[in-house]
């Protein structure tokens, strides 16, 4: 089936230093997979962070970036230099293309600390 | 950014009771989601809702529940009767082409 799994957290990491999440994904129904990463910071709801809906495609917000390898099945989310207000928690989504139904496959999600 | 609002935040339900989730989506999208958490699994996706009507629904969708959007209003989610199981948080999510999807704070349901 559908499925999409990610680093189990919590990831601590300490300010300036460089990121990566990983996150992989199963799309056996899904012709045309889009791929997304949702942020949740503490007390509020959760919000896109960034998609890429093209293979092979690189997306970019915030200083975070992940590049859709459709070889590897993978989405894997990225950041040089971390910062303090990034602590959230993280979730990799695979989605099915514009027009259709729309559903989106979570991962579990990934919580990051980052320590002053 | 647009907001989506879900009433209440949380809401304490005996077994067997009916309940229902409201959701005020993005006013001008077009499809409407509901997802379900519990806690230390995924969010899983429940049903999309456009034009009217369900498109789509998981295995998780019973046949106790059911979804609306009475006159372009809130985008509910009944659950009736409820179980134990049905305990969890549900978010809400709008989209105006399908893709990109906003979500609500979630509505906490606890089933005693």
């Known amino acids: 089936g559908d499925s999409v799994t990610q680093t189990e957290g919590p990831v601590t990491v300490s300010e300036s230093e460089s990121l990566i999440i990983n996150c992989t994904y199963s799309?056996?129904?899904?012709?045309?997979?889009?791929l997304f990463w949702y942020v949740r910071y503490p007390g509020e709801g959760l919000q896109l962070l960034l998609k890429?809906?093209?293979?092979?495609q690189k997306g970019s917000s915030r200083g975070f970036e992940a590049t859709y390898n459709k070889e590897t099945t993978s989405f894997h989310l990225q950041k040089a230099s971390v910062q303090e207000s990034d602590s959230a928690v993280y979730y990799c989504?695979?989605?099915?293309?514009?027009?259709?139904?729309?559903?989106?496959?979570f991962g579990l999600g990934t919580t990051l600390q980052v320590q002053p | 950014g647009p907001k989506v609002l879900q009433i209440p935040s949380h809401q304490i339900i005996d077994m067997g009771q009916m309940v229902t989730l409201n959701c005020d989506p993005v006013?001008?999208?077009?499809?409407f989601y509901w997802y379900k958490q519990i806690l230390g699994q995924q969010m899983e996706f429940l049903v999309n809702?456009?034009?009217?009507?369900?498109?789509?629904k998981s295995k998780l969708f019973k046949d106790q529940f059911s979804v609306e959007r009475p006159d372009g209003s809130y985008f509910t989610l009944k659950i009736q009767p409820t179980a134990l199981e049905d305990s969890a948080v549900y978010f809400c999510?709008?989209?105006?082409?399908?893709?990109?999807?906003?979500f609500g704070p979630g509505t906490r349901l606890t089933v005693l």
């Open positions: 999510a709008s989209s105006l082409k399908g893709l990109e999807q906003y």
């Open positions: 799309a056996t129904s899904i012709a045309y997979p889009n």
């Open positions: 890429v809906i093209t293979a092979g």
């Open positions: 989504a695979l989605g099915d293309r514009e027009g259709n139904t729309g559903k989106l496959i």
């Open positions: 006013s001008n999208h077009l499809y």
């Open positions: 809702f456009y034009n009217g009507k369900v498109m789509e």
